[in-house]
């Protein structure tokens, strides 16, 4: 007989947490506990996002990330906890909170919030959000917890909001030689191989790195007008050491953190510094991960 595992999902209600959820609830033999701040929500939205869960068959659980006494009742029985919290304020504290309980309730293993490319091979500076990725990983390999990270370049779903795209004039821009190949990968996919994740014996202290698609620059610009029918004028934006020095500028006089680092998300594509170097869908033949003109040709630019 083989006993059902729990996993837990940190973040449920959020545009992956909810993904995460339905899809480990398609493989029919995990027990999924949903964890939500408020069984109770205020938001119309959340509430029927926790309806549809509960119906499927996912058990919420109340649980805040800051507040670590939630914590341990959400995490006890667990088997494997994944996180798809957002980037904010609660990204490393809250995380390390939930990463102390799960270590405290004897959870076997431990997703971050990552879902992005590999931030491992950055530097701290290269990017002010996946900084936080580092520092709640650096930490999760102190714990001793097993960990899986789930790494799978750019949501697709954002491809026209890149800086490459300036779509109000009809513009695409790249930089370098555009021939730097990015890896990309919708929402939907990157929840089916979370849900592989969470049990594949051969993920213990791994990365798994996957993408729907890897294309240039320039094969982008191609497929989008392909998909859409509209032609963009190339725009050569300089090299990446320009880019690197524009970054470092406008860093130095923005307001806001948005301001530049959609440019730092870039440049760790364009310049492959974040660049996946083991691509391993063919671990699950059963996902068939859709490529950015199959995305592009069903509308969604
Ligand atoms: N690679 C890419 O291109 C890309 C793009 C976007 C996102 N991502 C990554 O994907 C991951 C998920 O992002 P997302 O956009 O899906 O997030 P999101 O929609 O902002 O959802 C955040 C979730 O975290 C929950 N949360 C916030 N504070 C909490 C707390 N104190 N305690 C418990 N739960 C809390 C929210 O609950 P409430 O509903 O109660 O607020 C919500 O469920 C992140 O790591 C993000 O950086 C990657």
Same mark, same amino acid.
């Given at each position: 007989?083989?006993?059902?595992?729990?996993?837990? +999902?940190?973040?449920?209600?959020?545009?992956?947490?909810?993904?995460?959820?339905? &899809?480990?609830?398609?493989?029919?033999?995990?027990?999924?506990?949903?964890?939500?701040?408020?069984?109770?929500?205020?938001?119309?939205?959340?509430?029927?996002?926790?309806?549809?869960?509960?119906?499927?068959?996912?058990?919420?659980?109340?649980?805040?990330?800051?507040?670590?006494?939630?914590?341990?009742?959400?995490?006890?029985?667990?088997?494997?906890?994944?996180? &798809?919290?957002?980037?904010?304020? +609660?990204?490393?504290?809250?995380?390390?909170?939930?990463?102390?309980? &799960?270590?405290?309730?004897?959870?076997?293993?431990?997703?971050?919030?990552?879902?992005?490319?590999?931030?491992?091979?950055?530097?701290?500076?290269?990017?002010?959000?996946?900084?936080?990725?580092?520092?709640?990983?650096?930490?999760?390999?102190?714990?001793?917890?097993?960990?899986?990270?789930?790494? !799978?370049?750019?949501?697709?779903?954002?491809?026209?909001?890149?800086?490459?795209?300036?779509?109000?004039?009809?513009?695409?821009?790249?930089?370098?030689?555009?021939?730097?190949?990015?890896?990309?990968?919708?929402?939907?996919?990157?929840?089916?191989?979370?849900?592989?994740?969470?049990?594949?014996?051969?993920?213990?202290?791994?990365?798994?790195?996957?993408?729907?698609?890897?294309?240039?620059?320039?094969?982008?610009?191609?497929?989008?007008?392909?998909?859409?029918?509209?032609?963009?004028?190339?725009?050569?934006?300089?090299?990446?050491?320009?880019?690197?020095?524009?970054?470092?500028?406008?860093?130095?006089?923005?307001?806001?953190? !948005?301001?530049?680092?959609?440019?730092?998300?870039?440049?760790?594509? +364009?310049?492959?510094?974040?660049?996946?170097?083991?691509?391993?869908?063919?671990?699950?033949?059963?996902?068939?991960?859709?490529?950015?003109?199959?995305?592009?040709?069903?509308?969604?630019?």
């Amino acid at each position: 007989m083989t006993t059902k595992l729990t996993v837990l +999902v940190a973040g449920a209600t959020g545009m992956l947490g909810t993904k995460i959820v339905s &899809a480990l609830l398609d493989k029919g033999n995990i027990d999924v506990r949903a964890m939500v701040r408020s069984l109770d929500d205020s938001k119309e939205e959340n509430r029927q996002k926790k309806g549809a869960m509960k119906t499927k068959g996912a058990t919420l659980i109340a649980g805040d990330l800051m507040q670590p006494e939630t914590l341990l009742p959400a995490c006890a029985g667990v088997d494997v906890v994944v996180s &798809a919290i957002g980037n904010n304020e +609660v990204t490393v504290p809250g995380q390390k909170n939930l990463i102390d309980a &799960a270590k405290q309730q004897g959870v076997k293993r431990f997703i971050p919030s990552d879902y992005s490319v590999d931030y491992r091979k950055l530097d701290y500076g290269d990017n002010d959000n996946l900084d936080k990725r580092k520092e709640v990983f650096e930490y999760l390999q102190q714990s001793g917890l097993e960990y899986t990270l789930v790494l !799978n370049g750019a949501f697709m779903e954002f491809i026209t909001y890149m800086p490459l795209f300036d779509l109000k004039n009809q513009i695409f821009q790249y930089w370098g030689d555009g021939e730097m190949p990015l890896d990309l990968t919708t929402t939907d996919d990157t929840a089916k191989y979370v849900a592989e994740a969470v049990s594949d014996p051969d993920l213990a202290n791994m990365a798994l790195e996957v993408a729907g698609d890897t294309l240039t620059s320039k094969q982008l610009k191609a497929i989008y007008e392909g998909a859409t029918g509209s032609k963009l004028t190339e725009k050569s934006l300089g090299s990446i050491a320009e880019m690197q020095a524009w970054i470092t500028a406008k860093k130095a006089s923005a307001k806001t953190l !948005n301001e530049y680092v959609f440019h730092q998300y870039m440049y760790a594509m +364009v310049s492959g510094k974040g660049k996946l170097d083991t691509i391993g869908n063919d671990r699950y033949p059963h996902i068939k991960p859709i490529t950015v003109k199959q995305f592009l040709s069903k509308g969604n630019s």
